[in-house]
Nanobody, 118 residues
């Protein structure tokens, strides 16, 4: 069982930056594929960025060049550095983990609100 806890959300003006953190319990964090998702009001949840256990990353087109996903296995923590935030980035951001490279994510955090004002 893995427990995930996000932090770092808040209110920021357009053009600003935030760094989200996702702290994970358990001793096998380094073996999990991890990801950040977001869901805005009235919209479907979307994948923002993902990182494999080996450190390979991929991003949604809408955040490429602005967001950076990373992980620190020694601290059991994943990060999402978000720069040049825009009002369209406003959403609840959740982290997720899975033990297999393919298939759905098994574990989810409770989410953290990010609000970008224009």
């Amino acid at each position: 069982q893995v427990q995930l806890v996000e932090s770092g959300g808040g209110l920021v003006q357009a053009g600003g930056s935030l760094r989200l953190s996702c702290a994970a319990s358990g001793r096998t964090f380094s073996t999990y594929a991890m990801a950040w998702f977001r869901q805005a009001p009235g919209k479907q949840r979307e994948l923002v960025a993902a990182i494999t256990s080996g450190g390979s990353t991929n991003y949604a087109d809408s955040v490429k060049g602005r967001f950076t996903i990373s992980r620190d296995n020694a601290r059991n923590t994943m990060y999402l550095q978000m720069n040049n935030l825009q009002p369209d980035d406003t959403a609840v951001y959740s982290c997720a983990a899975k033990s297999r490279l393919v298939g759905p994510y098994d574990y989810w955090g409770q989410g953290t609100q990010v609000t970008v004002s224009s």
